[in-house]
T-cell receptor, first 114, second 110 residues
């Protein structure tokens, strides 16, 4: 099992450009999450999904959109990138017990917006 | 007020030492508690869940104090390989949202 994978691993964008980050998991997990990690801020939840076709906002959703068209994939989109979105983005998944279960994280995507 | 607060450290301890980290959470409705470990520039990985009665896994002991709303992690006989950042994580039973502390940095010195 590959676990949770993320594409791409690194990316540099210019302000105003758009991009999509892809997260894929092969563990048949119901729940998937997108976080960003900034120095001194810890991990903050952007959006999450409790199943195929469903999404919900987390703590810091502004400037991001998500889609979960297939159970194994969770996409994070930046429509118009801003320097404040420079961060490390982690995707995670967990089993359908949700809040009480372990989260498995992908290796992260390091995004720089200039 | 932040949902989860941790002392960022850094904690620099010699090999073989015992070190303890504390974490406080603000919402009394929090139901699930965890310690994750994150190595430099890597993804977080679950170290252990924290149960009401306290739990131990080898050299690691986790405690939960609901009355005071804090969680602790004790590491005995520290190894060089324990050097990492330790993240405190809580979840309420609604909303499926996990809240992470900023992490406590540990360096074990030979």
């Amino acid at each position: 099992n590959a676990g949770v994978t993320q594409t791409p691993k690194f990316r540099v964008l210019k302000t105003g450009q758009s991009m999509t980050l892809l997260c894929a998991q092969d563990m048949n997990h119901e729940y998937m999450y997108w976080y960003r990690q900034d120095p001194g801020m810890g991990l903050r939840l952007i959006h999450y999904s409790v199943g195929e076709g469903t999404t919900a906002k987390g703590e810091v959703p502004d400037g991001y959109n998500v889609s979960r068209l297939k159970k194994q994939n969770f996409l994070l989109g930046l429509e118009s990138a801003a320097p404040s979105q420079t961060s490390v983005y982690f995707c995670a998944s967990s089993d359908n017990r949700g809040y009480s279960d372990e989260q498995y994280f992908g290796p992260g995507t390091r995004l720089t917006v200039t | 007020r932040k949902e989860v607060e941790q002392d960022p450290g850094p904690f620099n301890v010699p090999e073989g030492a015992t070190v303890a980290f504390n974490c406080t959470y603000s919402n009394s409705a929090s139901q699930s508690f965890f310690w994750y470990r994150q190595d430099c520039r890597k993804e977080p990985k679950l170290l252990m869940s924290v149960y009401s009665s306290g739990n131990e896994d080898g050299r690691f002991t986790a405690q939960l104090n609901r009355a005071s709303q804090y969680i602790s992690l004790l590491i005995r006989d520290s190894k060089l390989s324990d050097s990492a950042t330790y993240l405190c994580v809580v979840n309420r039973n609604t909303g499926n949202q996990f809240y992470f502390g900023t992490g406590t940095s540990l360096t074990v010195i030979p």
